[in-house]
């Protein structure tokens, strides 16, 4: 297996635009998790998934910031309008359903809003 | 509420031997992971400690425990950041992790 899959790697783009950033899971993994990176904060949840369905957006910070995962084997995350406050890098791990499995981590997105 | 708290940053030279803490407070029977975040490579699972092989047996309420990882004879290559992650059956919000701020270990040559 190809392992998670996010795309772009990294995405360089103006304040005010939309981001959309992009990530397969593992085939079979029924979880999905999407996360933030800064130097600041540290590593934080944004959103999880199981099933395709949203179970908590809590970490999201603002209405600006959407998820999505339409099937088993894609999820996105938009920025719409993006800030610079949001540069940072964002991950996407999926999980085999049950706490006791670790979750598999993409490469990560690399996000710069200038 | 469960949380976790973890030493920020740790230089040691080649050949020493490195304990980062991990100290954690959980209700219900928490699973931990080690991941390592080596640069631009993805965290990778170093180890997990289920309540079946961890010193919490028997346990349901844990506060301030310490659940600490060792590195014998580190070398440049093991400088890398170190988090530590709170899981378990009994967490709510079912598979969602808490994380460490993690812990940078610098090794010098």
Known sequence: DAG?????????????QEVTLRCKPISGHNSLFWYRQTMMRGLELLIYFNNNVPIDDSGMPEDRFSAKMPNASFSTLK???SEPRDSAVYFCASQVDGALYEQYFGPGTRLTVT | SNSVKQTGQITVSEGASVT???TYTSTGY?????????PSKPLQLLQRETMENSKNFGGGNIKDKNSPIVKYSVQVSDSAVYYCLLGGPCMEYGNKLVFGAGTILRVKS
């Open chain 1, 4 to 16: 998670v899959i996010q795309s772009p790697r990294h995405e360089v783009t103006e304040m005010g």
């Open chain 1, 79 to 81: 920025i719409q309008p």
């Open chain 2, 20 to 22: 980062m803490n991990c």
């Open chain 2, 30 to 38: 928490p699973t931990l992971f080690w991941y390592v975040e080596y």
